[in-house]
Each structure stands twice: as structure tokens, then as C-alpha cells.
């Protein structure tokens, strides 16, 4: 398990450099991904930890070049919009997001993740998406309830879905 800290981007992503203004899934190096399988790992906390379980031939990153932005909306008292505001999200927000995940790993015993990384996942074993995958790992829930685990982000519920994804990755044996 790790962050892959001294690895390298996906090979794809070494040919654009720069700050982009858009944002995240908009990157033109994500959606070339994609159409080869990969997915943005989930941004939920609950899921936070996946890229660092996941067996590594099925995780790749990138760079992250993009802009998160914030939206403010202006809105008449008929709740009509009567304008609307863009601007990149600022620095002490971009820390916080990541002050969140980080907390969050910290739960699981984990290191923090990696600064400036968007991370793609291929699913793994029987399954054609990362949605199917994680709606298979819901029964980890479950899992840890008969083996007296809390489901909950701990190191032991870690473990469950360490080895769950391992069993996933596994060839079948013939």
C-alpha cells in the first residue's frame, strides 16, 4: 500500500503542462483516460483512502492542472437569477478540502495524500465500472459487523477493504 510517491503520471499527462482553467473532469488528459477505462477515483471521504488500497497496475495519476471554482449566485426576491459570479476557489478553501481528506486518513492511519494529484482508478475483478466496484464494496459494511469490526474509518476496516480489493485483482484461478 502507498501513494506511489516517487512514481510517475499516467504517460498521457506528460504532454500538457501549465495551469488550466478547467476544471477537473474537464481536463482534456482525464477524458483521454477515460475513453481507455479510467475512472476519477471517488471524492467522497468515505471513499478517500482507494487510491492508496488499489491494486496498482489499476490506479494512474495525473497532474493537477485544473481550476476549482466558486459560484456565487445572485437571486431576486421572486428567486430569479439575476446574476452569477466565477472565481478560481481560493488558496485557504483548496486547503480545507484537502485538510478534510486529510483528517479522514489520519482516522484510517494513513499518510496524507500526495499534493497536486488527481487520481483514475480501472475497476477491478467481474466488474465494467468504478460504480459497480464500489457498490459491491458497500457490503464491507456488513463484513465488518460479523467479524466485530466497527464500519467505520479504521485501520481495521482498512484492512477489509485492502484484501477485498486484493481478492478482486486476483486472476481467476483455472
Known amino acids: 500500500m502507498s501513494w506511489d510517491e516517487d512514481g510517475t503520471p499516467h504517460p498521457l499527462a506528460l504532454r500538457r503542462t501549465g495551469r488550466s482553467e478547467l476544471e477537473p473532469d474537464r481536463l482534456p488528459e482525464m477524458r483521454e483516460l477515460e475513453v481507455l477505462g479510467w475512472e476519477p477515483a471517488p471524492e467522497d471521504l468515505r471513499w478517500v483512502f482507494l487510491p492508496y488500497v488499489w491494486p496498482p497496475a489499476d490506479r494512474t495519476w495525473i497532474p493537477d492542472r ?13 428567486g430569479h437569477i439575476t446574476g452569477v459570479e466565477c472565481a478560481p476557489l481560493p488558496e485557504p478553501d483548496l486547503r480545507d478540502l484537502d485538510r478534510e481528506a486529510d483528517e479522514a486518513l489520519a482516522e484510517l492511519g494513513l499518510p496524507p495524500r500526495p499534493r497536486g494529484r488527481l487520481w483514475l482508478l480501472r475497476p477491478v475483478g467481474p466488474f465494467t465500472t468504478l ?3 464500489l457498490d459491491h464494496l458497500d457490503h ?3 463484513l465488518a459487523e460479523a467479524r466485530a469490526v466497527p464500519a467505520r474509518p479504521s485501520a481495521a476496516f482498512l484492512a ?3 484484501a477485498e480489493l486484493a481478492e478482486l485483482a ?3 484461478e483455472r
Open 66 to 78: 485544473s481550476t476549482h471554482w466558486a459560484v456565487d449566485t445572485a437571486l431576486d426576491g421572486h
Open 131 to 133: 460504480g459497480a466496484v
Open 140 to 142: 464491507l459494511d456488513d
Open 160 to 162: 477489509l477493504a485492502r
Open 170 to 172: 486476483a486472476p481467476e
